[in-house]
């Protein structure tokens, strides 16, 4: 590394330069724990999905780091500078009380980071979904069809109901109003919801809280529960992440002024808080604001990690992989040498896009007798001998 600075260790605040040529980090380097604005000059982000490297040249103003500055994730790009080069450099513990008080730098930086996590959700749609999301009104029909197909009335009323206002094809949406009252004289009026007490919402187990191109005008805070957020098609379920208390989720709607682009539905019975761009700095503490931070890093580092693993060509080497990002991302119990995890071996298949192959092109895995797919859990008896065999996997990919 090519660089000399300046600034006390202890400061919150530090400048770096970096000579023209010098390597910032590389992939799988130990995150440092600072967030960095670009002063001066031009650095190259390089991300590699397999067949493919994503290059995106960083200009001065530009941040990047967030997601190892708040989650101590290792990086998953590349940086160099391509010409001499100044960075800023704030301390983690320090990032939020600074933004906090320049409250239009706070609503630019989550904008932007969104809008990333809006593209890295596209790719992981093209690499999983033959339905991608291409901002066509008719989703809505798509979605209903799907609920209609679980027999999930009140899901499919919600989705008809989105096309009957939104949609803009008259013979569509007299069929949307048709298909309505065929459903409500069959099944009834499906009940109202959610409950709203002040700025919280519940919803119950099942429920739509948005779905994809929808509109909005809010976001959320998990307070209680937990809000599946993924992408609907005719025939699937896309699941993108499952949000825990304590995340936020919505935010990207509002701050770029863009359509729903995945859908969010209660896990579980869920409280939310219920925010608004105009009211969310104001009215939530320091501890809160940077929940908003780690909530979009850790979720950014998710789906990057994901794309990663649907890129991959061999199913079996996806199926390691997730479980290696599971742990990674601090899901499961670890047991002196083994590892279990609470996900079914049907949530792993799906998770990998997997779940509608010949399971003769999983045997590999699915014979590994160091991995134990049980009822509700999978577990995995010697991690050891687990990333030999990972190793050995991503080996194989990587010669082809």
Not at 368 to 387: A, C, P, Q, V, W
Request: proline share 3%.
């Amino acid at each position: 590394m090519n660089c000399t600075g300046k600034g006390n260790r202890g400061m919150p605040v530090q400048e770096r330069r970096y000579k023209k040529g010098a390597i910032i980090w590389m992939e799988n380097s130990k995150a440092m724990p600072f967030f960095f604005i670009l002063k001066s000059g031009q650095l190259k982000q390089y991300l590699r999905l397999m067949d493919t490297e994503e290059v995106t040249l960083l200009a001065p103003g530009d941040t990047f780091g967030l997601i190892g500055c708040l989650t101590g994730h290792n990086y998953l790009d590349r940086l160099i500078a391509v010409e001499d080069s100044v960075v800023v450099m704030i301390r983690n513990e320090e990032l939020i009380p600074f933004l906090s008080k320049k409250p239009d730098i706070f609503i630019k930086i989550v904008s932007d980071y969104s809008n990333r996590l809006r593209r890295i959700n596209q790719k992981l749609f093209q690499l999983c979904s033959p339905s991608v999301y291409k901002d066509l009104p008719d989703q809505f029909l798509t979605i209903a069809a799907y609920y209609e197909s679980q027999k999930n009335w009140k899901n499919a009323l919600y989705a008809l109901e989105c096309y009957a206002t939104l949609g803009d094809n008259p013979e569509l949406k007299s069929k949307a109003q048709a298909e309505i009252d065929r459903i409500q004289a069959e099944q009834g009026k499906a009940p109202p919801y959610p409950e709203r007490i002040g700025h919280h919402a519940v919803y119950q187990a099942g429920e739509i809280i948005f779905l994809e191109q929808e509109k909005g005008n809010e976001f959320y805070f998990i307070e209680q529960g937990k809000v599946k957020i993924c992408h609907i098609d005719k025939e699937n379920e896309f699941v993108i992440a499952v949000l825990k208390p304590g995340e936020f989720f919505g935010e990207m709607a509002i701050l770029n002024q863009e359509e729903r682009n995945a859908s969010a539905i209660a896990f579980e019975q869920t409280r939310l808080l219920v925010l608004t761009k105009d009211t969310f700095i104001n009215e939530l503490g320091i501890e809160i604001l940077k929940k908003v931070f780690t909530s979009l890093s850790r979720r950014m580092w998710y789906s990057f990690r994901r794309s990663i693993n649907l890129s991959y060509r061999n199913p079996v080497l996806r199926l390691y992989d997730c479980l290696d990002f599971i742990i990674e991302s601090r899901g499961g119990q670890k047991k002196d040498a083994a590892y279990l995890f609470d996900i079914t071996f049907h949530d792993l298949r799906t998770m990998t896009n997997t779940l509608n192959l010949e399971d003769s092109r999983i045997k590999e895995f699915v014979g590994d007798d160091n991995i134990r797919i049980n009822y509700g859990t999978i577990s995995i008896t010697n991690l050891s001998k687990f990333y030999d065999m990972l190793k050995l996997y991503r080996g194989r990919e990587h010669s082809l």
